[in-house]
């Protein structure tokens, strides 16, 4: 059976580790790991199990072939083969993988819901936060009662400001996220960078950053700065800090549904894409 390289979007042989046309490996195949689901049933467990909402929200159809719109799944069609697909907006199907692999089968259609459980935090949080703003703008009632009593301590702390306006001035770092420089990718994070490697599929940390530190700064990371990296995310690898105490690199924690099922917005799933 066939299936799509990651990279260059040619059809391939399954079981390979790398694909003939453009060398890099089967991102699938590296990222599976234990403790992951490898059959249909675990898959079905592992989603019940991160507390995800009902699969009609989601629209991540597991066991089951959907016909309409707007929807991923896996099933076992009548030939036995394991069917991994996504049903586009317009109502097309794209298959992502047709074969007797189970284990490959869901892990495809694993890694992709991982990726949506975080576009849909990421999602909430900028939600979140331009409610806060707008909340903030249409309390006006008090505003400037809050003005006048923060009158009474602004001098208190214009030296405390202005060492600060000098620091933000001097600290030419770029933003954290993903950079393009010599036809290379690289992740920014904390003052470190990171490299990704396109044959292996793999981010790992940059020994000479002094290069990429006078290139790319506030100033020009704009001119380096990229949205489009097509490989193993880097927030997904070991090296990125999620902002917790704990050190731990397991992923699933990040895969809990901790909110409402009405935060879930399958609405703003991009599905013209084929996956």
Known sequence: MKIKCDYCGQMIDEGL????????????????????????????????????????????FIGKDIKEPKAFGIYKNSKGDFVVYKNKANGERAVRYE??????????LY???????????????????????????????????????????????????????VLAITDKSPSEGYYRYKGQDYYYQNDDWYI??????????VFDESELNSNINSDTDDDYRIYDHDGSRFEDSSWYDTGSDDDSSDWDSDSDWDSDWDDWDSGSTDWDSDW
């Open 196 to 205: 990704y490697d396109l044959v292996t599929d793999t981010w790992d940390s």
């Open 99 to 108: 074969g007797s692999d189970e284990g490959y089968a869901v892990n495809e």
């Open 17 to 60: 580790d790398r694909c003939p046309n453009c060398g890099a490996s089967i991102s699938a195949v590296n990222r599976m790991a234990s403790g992951e689901p490898k059959t249909i049933e675990e898959l079905k467990q592992w989603y019940v199990a991160h507390n995800l909402p009902p699969e009609e929200k989601t629209r991540f």
């Open 111 to 165: 890694q992709r819901l991982r990726a949506e459980i975080a576009d849909q935090k990421a999602n909430r949080t900028r939600t979140s936060r331009s409610s806060g703003s707008r909340s903030s703008s249409s309390s006006g009632s008090g505003i400037w009662a809050l003005y006048a009593t923060i009158g009474l301590f602004i001098f208190t702390f214009v030296a405390i400001g202005m060492v600060a306006c």
